[in-house]
Nanobody, 122 residues
Framework: QVQLVESGGGLVQAGGSLRLSCAVS????????MGWFRQAPGKERDLVAA????????YYADSVKGRFTISRDIAKNALYLQMNRLNPEDTAVYYC???????????????WGQGTQVTVSS
């Protein structure tokens, strides 16, 4: 089992920044990718950014390219999402996920955190 705990969400004004963290623990052997998803009320859970375990491959949704950066610190067992130039459309609950195979679809993820709320005011 893998446990994921997100932190760093909050309320921020448009144009501001937040850094989300995901603490990873448990049996991480076999985890091939980790990602950040977000889900707004009444909408599906969508991939925001993902990173392969090796760190050499990253993926970003078009809506966040150039504004968000995903990174991981293997020594600290942590995953991060730096979010800059936030806008109200970024408001959602953000989830950290871990996948043993694949990284694009929520169904490919085996473990999830509880989520952290990000609210961007206009």
């Amino acid at each position: 089992q893998v446990q994921l705990v997100e932190s760093g969400g909050g309320l921020v004004q448009a144009g501001g920044s937040l850094r989300l963290s995901c603490a990873v623990s448990g049996r991480t052997f076999g985890i091939d990718a980790m990602g950040w998803f977000r889900q707004a009320p009444g909408k599906e859970r969508d991939l925001v950014a993902a990173i392969k375990r090796s760190g050499d491959t990253t993926y970003y949704a078009d809506s966040v390219k150039g504004r968000f950066t995903i990174s991981r610190d293997i020594a600290k067992n942590a995953l991060y999402l730096q979010m800059n130039r936030l806008n109200p459309e970024d408001t959602a609950v953000y989830y950290c996920g871990a996948s043993r195979f694949g990284y694009r679809l929520p169904t490919e993820y085996d473990y999830w955190g509880q989520g952290t709320q990000v609210t961007v005011s206009s």
